[in-house]
């Protein structure tokens, strides 16, 4: 078993991972270098970052990086309530110092300025990348939620794809930023956008409530149809469930 504080730090720097890199491949490379990155390249950042994330963390915390998944998990009954808090609170840390060392690097860039930055801070109308507008972004993320912790569940549910899991997962939120990148800049993780956010504060700030409000709901929902569908874990499943997700504090 791992205590809960190894858990913490692990939730904690896999999420500032992500961050740094998923990120980075917005911020960090610029029209004036060599054109910047489109769609596909930072959504494979993304991906790549989770799913090395994910083999090199998820047996000791689980590998959620993400408030979303921790709570759909949580309501699916795979993951244990009495962590939930501390999970979000790991996670959202994580996601500063993600920021924050993105934000040092980017300092060093004669002419960056944070403040005139989007710096992949996600939006909608005059800050989408596209410039889609709320009822866009709404259901771009609410939607791309639900079926990233969906597919979460059901993949780490299976252990005859224990080995894969980091693969098909990190493909998926490849598949998912594709699609919500022009919309928002992609979300899918309040942690990842409250990093951003609160170095860019002012509009990425007040619109942080969506990139709340719509993952977790997804997350949520995901977790309710996943428990619907195929219940409490039992026999040899709950073990392994208590031996991965439900560590004595």
Do not use: H
């Given at each position: 078993m791992v205590a809960l504080g190894k858990r913490l730090l692990v939730e904690g720097a896999g999420t500032a991972w992500l961050v740094f890199v998923g990120c980075g491949s917005i911020v960090l490379n610029t029209p004036a270098a060599q054109q910047g990155y489109g769609t596909p390249e930072v959504a494979l950042a993304f991906g790549l970052a989770l799913a090395m994330a994910h083999y090199m963390f998820y047996g000791l915390s689980g590998a959620h990086f993400n408030p979303a998944v921790t709570v759909g998990f949580a309501i699916a009954q795979r993951f244990p309530i009495r962590d939930l808090l501390p999970y979000l609170a790991a996670q959202i840390l994580g996601a500063i110092a993600g920021a924050a060392l993105l934000a040092y690097v980017a300092s060093g860039r004669p002419g960056f300025e944070l403040t005139a930055s989007e710096f992949g801070a996600n939006g909608f109308g005059d800050h989408s990348p596209s410039d889609y507008q709320f009822h866009s972004a709404l259901a771009t993320e609410l939607a791309l939620s639900f079926a990233f912790v969906l597919v979460s569940l059901m993949v780490r549910s299976r252990r005859s794809l224990k080995s894969i899991a980091p693969?098909?997962?990190?493909?998926?939120?490849?598949?998912?930023?594709?699609?919500?990148?022009?919309?928002?800049?992609?979300?899918?993780?309040?942690?990842?956008?409250?990093?951003?956010?609160?170095?860019?504060?002012?509009?990425?700030?007040?619109?942080?409530?969506?990139?709340?409000?719509?993952?977790?709901?997804?997350?949520?929902?995901?977790?309710?149809?996943?428990?619907?569908?195929?219940?409490?874990?039992?026999?040899?499943?709950?073990?392994?469930?208590?031996?991965e997700h439900r560590e004595a504090a």
């Open positions: 693969l098909v997962i990190g493909a998926c939120l490849m598949l998912v930023y594709m699609v919500s990148i022009p919309v928002t800049n992609g979300s899918v993780n309040p942690a990842r956008s409250t990093g951003q956010a609160l170095f860019v504060g002012n509009w990425a700030l007040d619109q942080l409530w969506l990139f709340w409000a719509a993952p977790m709901s997804g997350g949520v929902a995901a977790g309710a149809l996943f428990s619907f569908l195929w219940g409490k874990p039992a026999g040899r499943a709950a073990a392994a469930l208590s031996r």
